[in-house]
């Protein structure tokens, strides 16, 4: 066992886990943070995807020991203060989602994608989302909901009340 | 003197029913609060581990388990021998036929495996990562058998995949058109073609596909209350309590199931699965809560697989395109056993085979077949895809022969709008359509004139990448069905479904529908429904489902039935509310009854400005102080709906593809869709539908296909491996819809769930034949990669081949001594 301390969510952590524990093994298992899911055993998917000190990485490629002393977000961090993150808006207003498995994975690479490229082409939103999978939605409203939440960026809730 | 009345109706809500609500189920999905079935904990809970056959046949020899009893926080390991019946079986809810082989299916069989991932041993311990741990060290003996792979080498009992069944073929279906009235006599139409007329003959493979939902499925049992419950990430939570009560001798009334959130299912958790009723063998054994959760090489080794088939056509036509007779004759892979609807797919299938067409002979043969592969049942469309791959593919086939656009060709002999309703020569009354209509509007989308011009200068210029057009005019039988054609059939139950209204005290509705969503968007559509009838918010309107303790009764969902047949249930129940609260709105207005109407949520005596909301009438009748004599204080009402008829969805879609002819290569231009649903009660969910549709179907036509190597290794068993497309290899769509409402509901609906898929897949391929025809290429099978276009072009394969064994192969076979392993280090 190896201690480990880290903030997810916010929240200061601290805990002995398993060399070989996953890092989405520890957000699931042992913090409860059931938000961020496993959809397949070959860091294919991409549903596990959270933020390592506000970067995107798929939580089942890192171990938990390797983000001992780092920030970690979450799907269930994003919203702050009861107010969504504008591209989980964009995902409900675009109906960017169906059975939702994926949508965690997808919004948090998603959030990342407009970190790095805040005005990105339909092409190159496309090729942001590669390493995230949906059997859904066939892509076209997340693609939808990723340039609806380029567009709308900066804007507050109040000034895109009416879309619904 | 009406200007003041009726103050109630002036605050009723506008229609929900067309409106693009954004959908209710979002808030929580999109902020991580989840109930997936893999985020339970129970108090005590433990984990189990399944110990998998690497072979595809082989007799169990020995199984060691004491080095993985005696693991670390291991609770126990057991094996098939050490339950018995106690496990129950998996079960077929459909023989095609009296005299089908249907081979036992244990959920871990003790003596015999039948395909790779076939179960034999579980392992139980504290945590999933120990009993992971311990299955590595379970010891199992296998005594190799010949295995039966091939579909077609199985068909011919060459090698048996159940040899004490003496045959791999199960079941051989026939539809006939003369002989069952619908139509004439097939081979005279066909005899009379070859003669004077065209005739087409074409074998096309219809490749094994896998559902790949994106949560792997997972199952949690509690045998610690008066009822045994199971969460399960299934589509059918009702007939999953009916078949473990059937198999397993505990009775239904204590049993709970429950589908909380399920992500995806596309017919892949249309099943009553091995890993289901394992764990509830070991739950009832141990006396704790278990979980088992798959891993996604697990679910793509063992959940079933779909398609797989071989489809053997004739068509004959007279010179100028009249089709006069469609021979059919299947063969379809069952895998190692026949599934709870197993044989059925491809049956679902024999009546659409004749689509759009008026054709006036048909005849239909499926002879299903045993494997030591995966077991296939419903994927997204099921019978319905193949069956329009193979008329679509067909119709292009034809109008090339004749000379002519193929949209032409279908025009030639699809039912005019006018001709509605319309029994086809399968047997069945479509009750309306307007393919005209649909064709025209996407046509007009498309671009097809402009398009068709750029062919043209293309192909005149020798451009190394053509250009192609595919179209699919399809249709597809949904709403899956009443229950008098499933029992002619012999199907094992109905196809009703269910649905209550409940109003409560403070005037919020609660719903409770027998359909079991698993991502559709269910609460919004039908909260929409019962907004509209009871005329109450959409907000007021909570949707229950997926908990037989709450849904008591209900068919779930698949077939796209959930709006057809379970919408038609609610509106019945909602309209039953309504009848139910008018005496008692008549008693509280102090009016006849008979003069009391209900519109927009409030009862009004006619021709006063008198009203009661159906509010006032839930609370009056909660208190119960002042309602008529001789009735109950109760308005809720519930309904058991029996679909008079399937409906009948269609559209046409065109495909613009280019294909480079010097790589092979493919890339879709654009992609066109005009469905006709009938009524739409959501355009942003049926978008979605249509969306979600169109690349599951373009994917069989472009990049998946379930591979097993001659040792029956599943080779495509990883993400890694089975090419699900990502968004990077989609294109964005264009849709649009033309509306005849079905007839045969009140609501005019026809169901979306399965359109895109079935429509889809023809379109494309139709689209790659088209861009290079010209070089003598008529087919190329599916998945169409770029090796198969190129070997279809540049070779005297003229469909581009067979998926070989090793359609990934992982290590360079001609390096001799060089093994999968050797050399790592160096």
Redesign the interface.
């Known amino acids: 066992m190896t201690q480990i301390s880290l903030t997810v969510d916010g929240t200061q952590v601290t805990d002995d886990v398993?060399p070989r524990?996953l890092l989405v093994?520890y957000l699931?298992?042992k913090l409860?943070?059931?938000?961020?899911?496993?959809?397949?055993?070959?860091s294919?998917?991409g549903?596990c995807t959270v933020h390592l000190d506000g970067r995107s990485v798929k939580s089942c490629n890192v171990l938990a020991v390797q983000a001992d002393g780092h920030e970690v977000t979450?799907?269930?961090g994003?919203?702050t203060d009861g107010e969504?993150h504008p591209v989980?808006e964009a995902?409900?207003?675009c109906?960017g989602?169906?059975?939702?498995?994926?949508?965690?994975g997808m919004?948090m690479q998603t959030v990342d994608l407009l970190a790095e490229n805040p005005h990105p082409t339909?092409a190159e939103?496309?090729?942001g989302?590669?390493?995230?999978?949906?059997?859904?939605?066939?892509?076209?409203?997340?693609?939808?909901s990723v340039l609806y939440a380029a567009e709308h960026a900066g804007e507050t809730q109040g000034e895109k009340a009416g879309a619904? | 003197m009406t200007a003041t009345t009726e103050a109630p109706a002036a605050t009723a809500p506008a229609p929900e029913i067309g409106r693009d609500r954004r959908r209710k189920e979002d808030q929580r999905l999109i902020t991580g609060r989840t109930r997936w079935t893999d985020n339970i904990t129970l108090p005590g809970m433990v984990h189990m581990a399944m110990v998998r056959s690497p072979f595809a046949h082989a007799e169990i020899a020995r199984i060691e388990t004491s080095a993985a009893a005696s693991a670390p926080n291991v609770i126990g390991v057991f094996t098939g021998a050490d339950f018995g019946d106690e496990l129950g079986v998996c079960i077929n809810a459909w023989p095609l036929t009296p005299e089908q082989v249907t081979p036992n299916h244990s959920p871990m069989p003790a003596d015999r495996v039948s395909f790779a991932g076939e179960i034999v041993a579980v392992v139980v311990a504290r945590t999933a990562a120990e009993a992971r741990d311990a299955a590595e060290l379970v010891d199992v003996e296998y005594v190799e058998l010949p295995a039966a792979l091939d579909l077609k080498e199985a068909a011919e009992d060459t090698v048996l995949a159940h040899p004490d069944a003496g045959t791999n073929k199960s079941a051989l279906w026939v539809f006939d058109s003369a002989e069952s009235g619908t139509g004439g006599n097939v081979e005279e139409a066909i005899e009379k073609a070859r003669t004077d007329g065209i005739v087409i003959e074409r074998e096309y493979r219809q490749q094994r596909l896998i559902p790949a939902f994106m949560e792997p499925r997972s199952v949690v049992v509690d045998p610690t209350g008066e009822q045994l419950t199971m969460w399960s990430a299934t589509q059918i939570p009702h007939i999953l309590r009916f078949a473990l009560a059937a198999t397993t001798g505990v009775p239904e009334s204590k049993i709970r199931v429950i589908a909380p959130d399920v992500g995806g299912g596309f017919g892949g958790k249309l099943q009553a699965t091995p890993e289901e009723w394992i764990t509830w063998a070991v739950a009832r054994r141990v006396n704790k809560p278990v979980k088992y959760t798959e891993t996604r090489s697990e679910s793509l080794l063992s959940a079933h697989h779909g398609r797989d088939q071989w489809q053997k056509l004739t068509l004959g036509a007279t010179q100028d395109g009249t089709v006069t007779g469609f021979k059919v004759d299947l063969l379809a892979d069952l895998g190692a056993y026949v599934a709870i609807v197993g044989g059925g797919v491809p049956v679902l299938g024999a009546f659409m085979f004749n689509a759009i067409y008026k054709f006036p002979a048909y005849r239909f043969s499926c002879q299903t077949v045993l494997t030591n592969k995966a077991w296939t049942d419903a994927y997204r469309g099921a019978g319905r895809p193949e069956a329009t791959y193979a008329v679509e593919r067909m119709m292009d086939e034809l109008a090339a022969e004749v000379g002519v656009d193929p949209l032409e060709i279908r025009e030639k002999n699809w039912i005019k709008h006018e001709e509605f309703p319309f029994t086809t020569v399968a047997g069945l009354t479509y009750d309306s359509g307007n393919y005209e209509a649909a064709t025209a509007k996407a046509k007009e989308m498309f671009g097809y004139d402009a398009l068709r011009a750029e062919q043209k200068k293309r192909r005149d210029a020798g451009d190394p990448v053509q250009l192609g057009i595919g179209i699919s005019t399809f249709t597809e039988m949904c709403g899956l069905a009443p229950s008098r054609v499933l029992g002619s059939l012999d199907y094992g139950a109905g196809g009703w479904e269910h649905a209550s209204v409940r109003m409560l005290a403070t005037g919020k509705v609660e719903v409770v529908t027998g359909a079991s969503p698993h991502g559709q968007g269910h609460e919004t559509a039908f909260s929409q429904i019962v907004a509209d009838r009871l005329g109450v918010p959409f907000e007021d309107v909570e949707i229950l489902h997926g908990d037989t303790q709450v849904s008591h009764k209900g068919l779930d969902t698949y077939g796209s039935r959930s709006l057809t047949v379970g919408g038609e249930a609610l509106v019945r129940a909602a309209d039953k509310v309504i009848e139910r609260a008018k005496p008692i709105a008549a008693h509280l207005l102090e009016a006849n009854v008979d003069d009391v109407e209900f519109s927009a949520g409030t009862f009004s005596v006619k021709g006063t400005d008198q009203g009661k909301t159906i509010q006032d009438v839930a609370l009056a009748t909660f208190a119960a102080h002042d309602y008529p004599e001789g009735i109950e204080p109760n308005i809720d009402a519930e309904s058991t709906y029996d679909p008079v008829n399937f409906s009948f969805p269609h559209g046409t879609h065109l495909c613009a593809m280019e294909v480079d002819t010097e790589t092979g290569r493919t890339t879709m231009r654009k992609y066109v869709a005009c469905d006709d649903v009938g009524t739409i009660i959501n355009p942003l969910i049926v978008s979605g539908q249509v969306h979600g549709g169109l690349v599951q179907g373009i994917a069989q036509a472009l990049w998946e296909e379930a591979v097993y190597d001659d040792s029956g290794t599943l080779v495509s068993g990883s993400f890694v491996d089975y090419l699900l497309p990502t968004a990077a290899d989609t294109i964005s769509f264009d849709i649009d819809h033309t509306t005849s409402p079905s007839t045969t509901n009140s609501l005019g609906t026809k169901g979306v769930g399965e359109a895109g898929t079935i429509a889809s897949t023809p379109a494309v391929v139709n689209a790659i034949v088209d861009a290079v025809r010209h070089l003598g290429v008529s087919d190329i099978t599916m998945p169409c990669t770029p090796e198969r276009v190129w070997k279809a072009i540049n070779t005297s394969s003229s469909t581009g081949g067979p998926t070989e064994g090793a359609a990934m192969p992982h290590f360079d076979a001609d390096e001799s001594g060089t093994s999968s392993t050797e050399g790592a280090g160096a």
């Open positions: 398993e524990m093994q699931r298992e409860g943070k059931t938000g961020t899911v496993i959809g397949c055993d070959t294919n998917c549903a979450t799907i269930e994003l919203a969504l989980q995902f409900r207003e109906h989602l169906q059975c939702g498995f994926c949508t965690p919004i339909e939103v496309r090729l989302l590669e390493g995230n999978l949906c059997r859904c939605t066939g892509y076209h409203n997340i693609v939808k619904r």
